[in-house]
């Protein structure tokens, strides 16, 4: 028995009020909670051991993860808008060029005229959005 295992098992019968649960619910789906109970006891791991690596992890990822963009200014917000909009025209470009590689005995095609579509989309998002 691990560390964990003995401080729980001091603190089992306290009751939940009490800062402790009697059990660890790790799935309403009853196959997954007795899989994973299965592969601790196997892998002799406590499943609080498990659960609390897991949370550590977790909680390095989202404290690692960058801030969001400042766009007090509007400044910041059209350099933003700006970006948005060179993404914008690399992207009817990779489409228009897309649209030439079509063969011409599908031009006339489904294909072909969503092709024509979205680049006329996106040239309405782009002049939109060139406005602002």
């Known amino acids: ?3 964990i295992e003995d401080q729980t098992a001091l603190h089992s019968e306290l ?4 800062g402790r649960y009697k059990q660890i619910k790790v799935s309403v789906d009853p196959v997954i ?3 994973f109970k299965d592969s601790c006891a196997a892998a002799n791991v406590s499943m609080a051991a ?3 690596q897991f949370m550590a992890d977790f909680s390095k990822t989202a404290t ?3 801030p969001l963009p400042d766009f007090s200014t509007r400044r910041r917000r059209r350099m933003a808008i ?3 909009v060179k993404q914008l025209e690399q992207i009817k470009d990779c489409e228009e060029q897309y649209q030439s590689r079509i063969p011409e ?3 006339g095609s ?3 005229e969503r092709a024509d579509e979205f680049i006329s989309t996106l040239d309405d998002a782009i002049d939109l959005m060139s406005q602002v």
């Open 64 to 66: 690692s993860r960058k």
């Open 105 to 107: 005995n599908l031009q």
């Open 1 to 3: 028995m691990n560390m």
């Open 82 to 84: 700006q970006a948005i």
């Open 50 to 52: 498990i659960l609390s």
């Open 15 to 18: 009751p939940v009020g009490c």
């Open 33 to 35: 909670a007795s899989a």
């Open 110 to 112: 489904m294909v072909y």
